[in-house]
């Protein structure tokens, strides 16, 4: 457990480190958004099509929450949704607000078409639009 969490800590810090390197946002980042995943941190583990320390978000909207399921997950995340990924840490320090603005474009990332490096599960759901 300590293992994991150093683990994480490590990866967190490294990948920090990196955007500090850059200083600029992926391009498939929308400005606001990037302001504010980098305000909570949320970029150190976070990005719309790739894995890092966290699944990508677009993983996350295939999933189908509603905006406020993402909501109450920021704030009370559940590990054992994302088996094989270390636990995120609750992140209460963000502001209703910005976790409801998050979270709405979070969920408009599903169906984004994600280029995908292997699991080629979920292609195409049947969906209205
Ligand atoms: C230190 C790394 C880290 C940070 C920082 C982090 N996350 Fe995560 N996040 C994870 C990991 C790992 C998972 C998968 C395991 C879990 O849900 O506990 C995850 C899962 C999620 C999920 C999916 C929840 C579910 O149950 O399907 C959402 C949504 C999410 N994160 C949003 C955010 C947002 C928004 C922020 C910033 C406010 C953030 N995360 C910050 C690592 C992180």
């Given at each position: 457990m300590k293992k994991i969490f150093g683990l994480l800590i490590a990866s967190a810090s490294l990948a920090v480190a990196s955007i500090d390197a850059h200083?600029?946002?992926p391009s498939d980042i929308p400005a606001e958004m990037n302001t504010l995943m980098t305000k909570y941190t949320c970029i150190a583990?976070?990005?719309?099509?790739?894995?890092?320390?966290?699944?990508?978000?677009?993983?996350?909207?295939?999933k189908k929450y509603s905006t406020e399921e993402i909501v109450n997950l920021i704030y009370n995340p559940i590990p054992a949704h994302w088996p094989g990924y270390p636990p995120m840490a609750p992140m209460k320090q963000v502001p209703k607000e910005d976790a409801v603005k998050l979270a709405t474009?979070?969920?408009s990332l599903d169906g984004s078409p994600a280029k995908k490096a292997g699991s080629g599960k979920g292609k195409s759901k049947s969906k209205k639009a």
């Amino acid at each position: 457990m300590k293992k994991i969490f150093g683990l994480l800590i490590a990866s967190a810090s490294l990948a920090v480190a990196s955007i500090d390197a850059h200083a600029q946002a992926p391009s498939d980042i929308p400005a606001e958004m990037n302001t504010l995943m980098t305000k909570y941190t949320c970029i150190a583990c976070h990005r719309p099509n790739q894995r890092l320390v966290g699944p990508a978000y677009a993983d996350v909207a295939k999933k189908k929450y509603s905006t406020e399921e993402i909501v109450n997950l920021i704030y009370n995340p559940i590990p054992a949704h994302w088996p094989g990924y270390p636990p995120m840490a609750p992140m209460k320090q963000v502001p209703k607000e910005d976790a409801v603005k998050l979270a709405t474009w979070i969920n408009s990332l599903d169906g984004s078409p994600a280029k995908k490096a292997g699991s080629g599960k979920g292609k195409s759901k049947s969906k209205k639009a």
